[in-house]
T-cell receptor, first 109, second 115 residues
């Protein structure tokens, strides 16, 4: 089975940096994804890691350590529109995604 | 590229009726489609995986006779919720994948309300 943990909520100030951690214990691993989801909408792809290390993509970066079963999503220069739920998802060898419960990020002015 | 559409975007139906939700990949061939369900303030839960031309594989606890999935072509999968009950009210999201892509592409979701 899959066990994916991430914090429930985080609050940060506009312009700041926030790091969302995700730990996982899975029966198979074929990549880790981060998605952003606004209320009532489908998830949108943010990042993908399959090898250890940091992937940078504009204001968003994602890190993976497979040996530790750990990933984080780093959001820099926060904007109000970044207020959303951020989902950590682990893919298995059958390309199925298992999602964490999501972290609701609230950006305050 | 890689656009997935769903229809309808929302639907209200009476208890006991059936509802069909369509998922289409608009600009690529989806060798695999996935159906998820999301209850309010919860994460996405995978319901089933369907490969074109073969029967869907359902996750544990999902009733295959209640949630009928058809993936008859490389661009279309349908989910039919049969004999819907209020507890089936949820946000249903499909995603599609082509074996050449590393990611899944999500549809915009369908909000089902059963009264």
């Amino acid at each position: 089975g899959q066990n994916i943990d991430q914090p429930t909520e985080m609050t940060a100030t506009e312009g700041a940096i926030v790091q969302i951690n995700c730990t996982y214990q899975t029966s198979g691993f074929n990549g880790l994804f981060w998605y952003q989801q606004h209320a009532g909408e489908a998830p949108t792809f943010l990042s993908y890691n399959v090898l250890d290390g940091l992937e940078e993509k504009g204001r968003f970066s994602s890190f993976l350590s497979r040996s530790k079963g750990y990933s984080y999503l780093l959001l820099k220069e926060l904007q109000m529109k970044d207020s959303a739920s951020y989902l950590c998802a682990v893919r298995d060898e059958d390309y199925k995604l298992s999602f964490g419960a999501g972290t609701t990020v609230t950006v305050r002015a | 590229g890689a656009v997935v559409s769903q229809h309808p975007s929302w639907v209200i139906c009476k208890s006991g009726t059936s509802v069909k939700i369509e998922c289409r990949s608009l600009d690529f061939q989806a060798t695999t489609m996935f159906w998820y369900r999301q209850f309010p303030k919860q994460s996405l839960m995978l319901m089933a995986t369907s490969n074109e031309g073969s029967k869907a594989t359902y996750e544990q606890g999902v009733e295959k006779d209640k949630f009928l999935i058809n993936h008859a072509s490389l661009t279309l999968s349908t989910l039919t919720v049969t004999s819907a009950h209020p507890e089936d009210s949820s946000f249903y999201i499909c995603s599609a994948r082509n074996r050449d892509y590393y990611e899944q592409y999500f549809g915009p979701g369908t909000r089902l309300t059963v009264t």
